[in-house]
């Protein structure tokens, strides 16, 4: 490192976040909401088009807990639709009648990746924390009692000390490089092409227009930036020396193959994406970690990636900011990994089986995409009334299969009993608590762990709880169990001795500080 860095005591914080994309923002957010000082910081001043449209249900349910999700709401389409056009035929889908989740979030967004990113960075202000950009990481030391990083921004050098370091910076990021954690790559014979354009077209302005054609898939969304049209092209790579960015001439043709008969008048920005599936070889190297593209990164089909990104960080926050205090520190932050490379090892040969669908090349995905939907059109609205044909593909795509069983942290003592099991998804039923019906993903959206007590559980002694910690009585719910349920909504804990209960909440770090309320009927 430089010797003439300044140090400044005062910027030390529990958790560096490198990168300030939605991962970034996010995690930051989530260790702040959970008690850790956080600094974030990101080497780009101007934000870039948007990649990613698309908030899945399970997302959104996890983001629901910071606050954010009426502000997304009020910038995102929360009732999309689709017009997928089959030869001569159009097909409409209103995703909300696909049966995907069990609440009012249970089903997709449509949502500019930049209107995200300004919603997390606009909360990450109102909380006193502001992402720092155009500051860069230089250098980072790597101890067994945190990290030193070296940062260079507009006020010049500087040292930081921190225990944490996360790498949300991206495919190429800097923090895995100087972490040494290695990454396995391998490129897509595919491409995607991106464009925001004005179009001459009777087009319908709310929904999302997917034509299919025998070189890959087109979709149209009226969500562009920097013009009123986005066009999203999926396809096979094209000749030696077509390189640069689409051209108004190269984007008339991909319009024209997908017969949606509409003219390009102007183009105002186009990127040609080549792209690689990689994974890195461990998220964990000491005090540093890696979350979203730093970590797993793969083509943009079956709109996964902010998703898992954004999951990661919901992960991830949590236990950073209660290391802390946990009694086995390693054991909770181990377990992130533990718990996120296979769900990233299964996205990623998911996107793969869906990028091949959407653009191989191969003469099979051809005729699949040219020949086979076409003729099956007629078929389509009847099998998309049937939501036990779509609902477990849809559940696949929203990361409602998720569960974290297996996990270091799930602890079962009641492992001969049926139902929700530690590490399954909490779901977002109705249960009558102290005030009545309310619906259970409303009674656990704050911040910390939440302990729902069966009608005849034994009462959580207040010594048993912190203040991250809030007790429920589900007056509906029968019987003497105690579950625990964790920050990013699975089940963390089932059993029936409050000693055993305790004995987990210290593993999560939640007993620090005064005691909480017991949740009994007043």
Request: net charge positive; glycine share 10%.
């Amino acid at each position: 490192m430089s010797g003439g860095a300044r140090s400044r005591a005062e910027m030390s914080p529990d958790v560096l976040v490198v990168g300030a994309g939605p991962t970034g923002l996010a995690l930051a957010l989530h260790a702040h909401a959970h008690g850790a000082g956080v600094r974030i910081v990101d080497r780009r001043v101007e934000p870039r088009p948007s990649r990613a449209l698309v908030l899945h249900p399970r997302t959104l349910e996890q983001l629901r807990p910071l606050g954010l999700v009426d502000v997304l709401r009020r910038r995102a389409l929360d009732d999309p639709q689709a017009l997928v056009h089959l030869g001569s035929r159009s097909v409409r889908v209103r995703l909300a009648d696909l049966g995907v989740g069990d609440g009012p979030l249970g089903h997709p967004w449509m949502i500019r990746q930049q209107d995200v990113e300004d919603v997390l960075a606009d909360a990450l202000h109102g909380r006193g924390v502001p992402v720092d950009r155009g500051t860069a990481l230089e250098d980072l030391e790597i101890g067994r009692e945190g990290a030193h990083a070296l940062l260079r921004g507009p006020r010049g050098e500087e040292r930081l000390a921190t225990p944490w370091v996360v790498g949300c910076d991206g495919v190429d990021s800097t923090v895995r490089r100087l972490a040494g954690i290695p990454v396995v790559s391998r490129a897509y014979r595919q491409e995607v092409l991106l464009a925001d354009v004005d179009l001459s077209a009777d087009l319908e302005a709310g929904v999302a227009h997917v034509a299919a054609a025998s070189r890959g898939l087109l979709f149209v969304f009226a969500l562009g930036e920097r013009a009123p049209w986005r066009v999203l092209a999926t396809r096979g790579a094209t000749a030696a020396g077509r390189d640069g960015p689409p051209d108004r001439d190269e984007l008339q043709r991909l319009v024209d193959a997908s017969g949606l008969g509409v003219r390009v008048d102007r183009v105002a920005w186009s990127d040609r994406l080549r792209l690689a599936r990689r994974l890195a070889g461990h998220y964990r190297h000491g005090p540093v970690l890696l979350a979203g593209d730093a970590a797993h990164s793969h083509s943009p089909a079956a709109a996964q990636g902010m998703n898992l990104g954004l999951q990661d960080a919901a992960a991830l926050g949590w236990r950073l900011a209660l290391a802390g205090s946990a009694r086995r520190p390693a054991v909770l932050v181990d377990s992130y990994e533990e718990e996120r490379r296979p769900v990233a090892r299964a996205s990623i040969a998911l996107t793969d089986l869906v990028f091949w669908a959407e653009s191989s090349p191969t003469d099979v995905a051809g005729l699949l995409r040219g020949v086979v939907a076409p003729l099956a059109a007629p078929l389509a609205p009847a099998l998309l009334r049937r939501p036990a044909l779509t609902a477990p593909a849809l559940r696949l795509l929203a990361g409602l299969w998720v569960n974290h069983r297996h996990s270091a942290v799930s602890r079962d003592d009641l492992p001969r009993h049926r139902g929700l099991r530690p590490g399954d998804r909490v779901p977002d039923v109705t249960v009558v608590a102290d005030d009545g019906p309310v619906r259970l993903h409303d009674l656990t959206a704050r911040p910390g762990l939440h302990v729902l007590l069966a009608r005849n559980a034994a009462a959580v002694p207040p010594s048993t709880v912190g203040p991250g910690v809030r007790v429920h009585r589900l007056w509906d719910r029968p019987g003497t169990t105690a579950v625990a349920v964790r920050p990013d909504g699975y089940l963390g804990y089932r059993g029936t001795d409050p000693a055993r209960l305790r004995a987990w909440l210290e593993d999560m770090g939640a007993l620090a500080g005064a005691p909480a309320s017991n949740g009994r009927r007043s």
